[in-house]
Structure formats: C-alpha cells, structure tokens
C-alpha cells in the first residue's frame, strides 16, 4: 500500500484505487491510465512540480489533456515566476518516482494547487504513488486531504 493509499485509508475518505498494467514505452502515462481505465482523459490529473525560487517547491494538479501554466501557477502561489522543478528535487520532496507522483502522501507537504477544471467532476483520478496505480476521489475530498487551493492554472 502506497503513503497515498494509507492517507485515504486513514483519513476515511471515500475513494477507490484502480490499478492497470502499465507500459514503459507509453508516451503519456496519464493517456495510457485514462485508455486502459476507459475513463475520460478530462478526469485523469498529473500531479507536477514547480520550482518558484528560493528552494521552494509547489504541487500543481492539472488534466493530462492540459498544459500547466507557469505564470498562473506562479500567480497562484504569489511568487514571481516558477519553473519545473528537477527530477531529483521532485523525488526527494515526495517521496515518488517520476510518472508516479501522487498529490497526496507526500514526504514533504509542500504547497498544493489544483486545476479549478476538477470541480467540474463528481471525482477525478490521481496517480496513487506508483504507476499503473490510480485514485479516484472527490476533488474537494483531494482539496482536504492536501489541504490545497483551487486556481485556473492548466491551458489547453
């Protein structure tokens, strides 16, 4: 059981955990989650890792059929600019390989903002920590458990 799963589990939280067989060689692994799921790719969410400076890292939650924006993430985090964070600073924070990253049950809790786009959705998926193994919950319960924000921060 991943630290995402245990803090939906402990927190009793609705949720359900759905897990696929994941191909290495797939070119986006949230497009992969949302074909072999057949769920629609609008309710699948990447979590990602920005760097705003001063060795301060934010969690932004957006649809894989979207783009994060750098200068709305920024804004959002009331910092100047932020940049992709470096792998090897996203694994340390959270706790998570690349592609596995989940917004919740992270080693670090780091500021969080999710994509305003979520509340559009009964319930959206997020990697729950290891590829090939999602989360599915409420957007608001995800706002809750990693005490996050919502903000308009993805761009088609």
Do not use: C, W
């Not at 990602?48 to 993430?73: E, F, Q, S, W």
């Not at 670090?108 to 559009?120: E, F, N, P, W």
């Not at 090939?132 to 319960?141: A, Y």
């Amino acid at each position: 059981m991943t630290p995402a799963v245990k803090l939906a589990k402990k927190a009793k939280i609705a949720h359900t955990t759905h897990e696929y067989q994941h191909d290495s060689n797939a070119g986006s692994y949230g497009l992969e989650a949302a074909e072999k799921m057949a769920v629609a790719a609008e309710r699948i969410f990447k979590t990602l890792v920005v760097d705003i400076g001063d060795k301060k890292l934010v969690v932004a939650v957006v649809p894989v059929t979207a783009m994060l924006n750098l200068k709305a993430i920024a804004k959002a985090a009331k910092a100047k600019k932020a940049i992709m964070a470096d792998k090897n600073d996203v694994m340390r924070s959270t706790g998570y390989v690349l592609g596995g990253v989940s917004p919740l049950g992270q080693k670090k809790r780091l500021l969080t903002v999710i994509d305003s786009s979520a509340q559009a959705h009964e319930t959206i998926y997020v990697s729950a920590g290891r590829r090939g193994l999602e989360i599915e919950l409420s957007p608001l319960d995800l706002k809750q458990l990693t005490n996050a924000e919502f903000a308009a921060i993805s761009s088609d």
